[in-house]
């Protein structure tokens, strides 16, 4: 048996519980290299250095699930944040959940925009990459180090996440 989670749209207000939405249009624009060039200024700020850790940025590529989705896991990284930025524009979800004694809550299953990204703050339950409709690039930045980084759990009922495309 699992319960049905429902699929929200994505707002910088609903998100911050879990981390920010990385958003060109909120961001700081600079315009460089003689005017040529538009740089939005600090989308996304690491926070890594726990344990001795250093910021890396990776390319991902997450491969589309089929819905409707099983969503019996989660992970979270008590050492650093994690930030995911699409390149390939396909939309995605982002699943988080508040936690609870240790454990993941509820979850929340957010539809991002294939223009936008997330970053999960440190320790914030969240799900592994969810892409949708077709193979998806993300650059990801996070933590290397030392230490243990990285928990996971099952849920003991399952939720289950309904195709966004209906």
Known sequence: MSATLKLEPLTAEAFSPFGIVLDTAAAELRMINGGTTERFHALAMADTETGGGRTILSMFRGQPRQFPYTVDMMERHPLGSQAFFPVTQGDWIAVVAPNVDGRP??????????????????????????????????????????????????????????????
């Open 105 to 166: 809550g509820k979850p929340q299953a957010f539809l991002v925009p294939g223009h936008i990204g997330v970053q999960y703050a440190r320790n914030v339950w969240h799900h592994p990459l969810i892409a949708v409709g077709q193979p998806s690039d993300f650059l990801v930045m996070d933590r290397e180090g030392g230490g243990t980084n990285l928990e996971e759990t099952s849920y003991e009922t399952p939720y289950l996440l309904a195709d966004p495309a209906n």
